[in-house]
């Protein structure tokens, strides 16, 4: 379904510092361990700006990893109201066919609502531990990892326990999450495609794996910050999103005073020093300010989280201001225009050397030293040069994946994945690549060594879904996203 936009206004007149946007986009930009690929900003109910770092568009899902434990929560949230679960029920209760196996005492007092707050028991992440006692039903894994202390007095950031939150509402409404969210939540909201990965069991993580848009961050930003109404009508039920977004477990100790992870954690949002938030690793945020009436929607790819918020700290916060602001319309114009402009430097490169060209063409290369550390089924690249240009083929468990670049800036294409790909002859002996995976945050460096005939790729954050390159793009939606 087609998204009626979000209605918008200028900077000033929701009393917004243009100069406070432009100062967080230097920041951004100058910091040499961020990668910022969108940003949107609501202020009294209206976007006052939004952008998006080329190659990246407005269009495409991005992967949202932890940022998708929000959308779980409100879906849980949603089935509680619809009498389909209850918070304070034992986890075990949904899971009948597991009673004779679970009998750890601490497993079987767990309530939804210990899983809905990371608050299990468990002292760290129990991920590898549940997969490795039961790989073919993770539930059933998790609850087999006896807790280390009483449920509900210990924080620990743990994927089962959100897998088992979302694995409760998608049993409980026999349909997954995507589709439970269609006509409750997506499509009131107009949130176009989204689409959530699958595990062995058939299910959607809900810890991760959702892909959308970042407008589908910002409108659910928006909706929690309205109280669950959207457009005058109750989407969540009364109470829900006070209920969600406070403190249900102190989550103090291993990080850094003043760090935004140590604030507590309420029902799969984090408390923050201004305001809550969803989030996902390597930036993916939807930060809530209600003391602000604003919401911040980004994605991104860098491990300096933190980071990021700092800067909006440091820089947005104080551009929100309590009246319109006069004469700023030149500024805001000035900004607008910065904001259409956007875009991430593609990697250096020159065009292949006119004396080495034809030795370049039809090569094939092999791992240096024997085998790529970062991607062990990557075990070929090929360059050759056809009637469209240079192309790249990696081969990766025998699946070819044959991408084209050499042209400047970047080269963007949608088959067969959703790629933007950069870069070129570093000299006459070294080929260098940037892939970037237009619906994830990532990025690849291929290099090539024409004397030594090997290559070398590197992630720039590695991907946290142990997934082929072929499949580093959304999962295709139902016809109804």
């Avoid at 430097?345 to 092999?366: C, T």
Wanted: proline share 9%.
């Amino acid at each position: 379904m087609s998204a009626r936009p979000l209605p918008t206004a200028t900077p000033a007149a929701q009393g917004v510092d243009s100069a406070g946007v432009h100062a967080f986009l230097d920041a951004l930009e100058a910091a040499p361990d961020i990668e910022p690929h969108s940003l949107m900003i609501l202020r009294h109910d209206r976007l006052v700006a939004s952008g998006w770092w080329a190659p990246y568009t407005p269009e495409r899902p991005h992967l949202l990893y932890s940022l998708s434990k929000s959308f779980t929560a409100t879906a849980a949230g949603l089935a509680a109201a619809e009498g389909l679960l209850r918070f304070d029920d034992p986890v075990i209760s949904y899971f009948p066919e597991f009673d004779a196996d679970i009998t750890d005492p601490r497993s079987r007092a767990m309530l939804v609502r210990h899983v809905a707050s990371m608050s299990s028991g468990h002292e760290a992440e129990t991920l590898d531990r549940a997969l490795a006692t039961d790989r073919a039903e993770l539930v059933r894994g998790f609850l087999l990892v006896p807790p280390d202390r009483d449920p509900g007095t210990v924080f620990a950031y743990n994927q089962p326990t959100t897998y088992t939150l979302a694995a409760i509402v998608q049993r409980v409404t026999g349909q997954p999450l995507t589709d439970y969210l269609r006509p409750r939540l997506f499509d009131p909201l107009g949130i176009g495609e989204a689409a959530w990965l699958h595990d062995r069991a058939g299910r959607e993580l809900g810890f991760s794996g959702l892909h959308a848009r970042t407008d589908a961050i910002a409108r659910l930003g928006q909706l929690y910050l309205r109280d669950g109404v959207w457009e005058g009508k109750r989407l969540l039920p009364e109470g829900w999103v006070a209920e969600a977004t406070r403190p249900h477990i102190g989550n103090a100790g291993g990080d850094p005073v003043g760090s935004d992870w140590q604030q507590g954690y309420g029902l799969q949002f984090w408390m923050a020093r201004h305001g809550y938030r969803g989030d996902g690793a390597f930036g993916q945020f939807c930060l809530v300010l209600p003391e602000h009436d604003a919401v911040i929607a980004t994605t991104a790819a860098t491990e300096r989280m933190q980071q990021v918020l700092d800067l909006v700290w440091e820089h947005l916060l104080p551009a929100f201001g309590p009246e319109p602001l006069h004469g700023g319309d030149e500024r805001d114009a000035v900004l607008r225009q910065r904001l259409a402009r956007l875009s991430l430097p593609p990697a250096a490169g020159e065009p292949a050397p006119p004396e080495r060209a034809r030795e370049w063409n039809a090569i094939a290369f092999s791992p240096y030293g024997g085998g790529c550390a970062e991607l062990p089924e990557l075990t070929s690249v090929a360059v050759d040069a056809g009637p469209d240009g240079w192309a790249l083929t990696l081969t990766e468990g025998g699946h070819p994946l044959r991408l084209r670049f050499g042209k400047a800036g970047w080269t963007v294409t949608d088959e067969p994945l959703p790629t933007a790909v950069s870069g070129g002859w570093a000299d006459a002996d070294t080929l260098a690549v940037d892939v970037v995976f237009l619906e994830t945050p990532h990025r690849l460096t291929v290099s090539c060594s024409l004397p030594e005939r090997t290559f070398t790729a590197r992630w720039h954050t590695t991907p946290l879904h142990r997934a082929p390159l072929r499949a580093m793009r959304a999962p295709r939606s139902s016809p109804s996203a």
